[in-house]
């Protein structure tokens, strides 16, 4: 089945910029649509953008728009978040998703498949 790991969180400062990976393995990379979703402590997971499986369109919470880019490789089964000008209230656990059916997107986590294991992301002030 598919299997994600998050690696490249960390402690940034306000206004700095940050960006994580997400490898993929078990399946084929270039037919799932991906995503991220994020968990604020005290808070419910929330999704962050979800990217199209040949990388053509992405899709924005309200709250990053503008400053996050969510971008992936094919080539090298591996997903990423770009994150600028992050702010306190971008605090939160990443988390890497895939969808439970292949060339397809969705913001709703009860259409995740396979979750990562998250990665800490703290934005200091």
């Known amino acids: 089945q598919v299997h994600l790991v998050e690696s490249g969180g960390g402690l940034v400062q306000a206004g700095d910029s940050l960006t994580i990976s997400c490898a993929f393995s078990?399946?084929?990379?270039?037919?799932?649509?991906m995503g991220w979703f994020r968990q604020a402590p005290g808070k419910e997971r929330s999704y962050v953008a979800v990217?199209?499986?040949?990388?053509?369109?992405?899709y924005y919470a309200d709250s990053v728009r503008g400053r996050f880019t969510i971008f992936r490789n094919n080539s090298e089964n591996t997903l990423y978040l770009q994150m600028n000008d992050v702010r306190a209230e971008d605090t939160a656990v990443y988390y890497c998703?895939?969808?439970?059916?292949?060339?397809?997107?969705?913001?709703?986590?009860?259409?995740?498949?396979?979750w990562g294991q998250g990665t800490q992301v703290t934005v200091s002030t």
């Open positions: 998703v895939a969808p439970k059916r292949t060339f397809y997107v969705s913001s709703r986590p009860d259409e995740v498949g396979s």
């Open positions: 078990g399946g084929t990379f270039s037919s799932y649509g």
């Open positions: 990217i199209h499986w040949n990388g053509d369109r992405a």
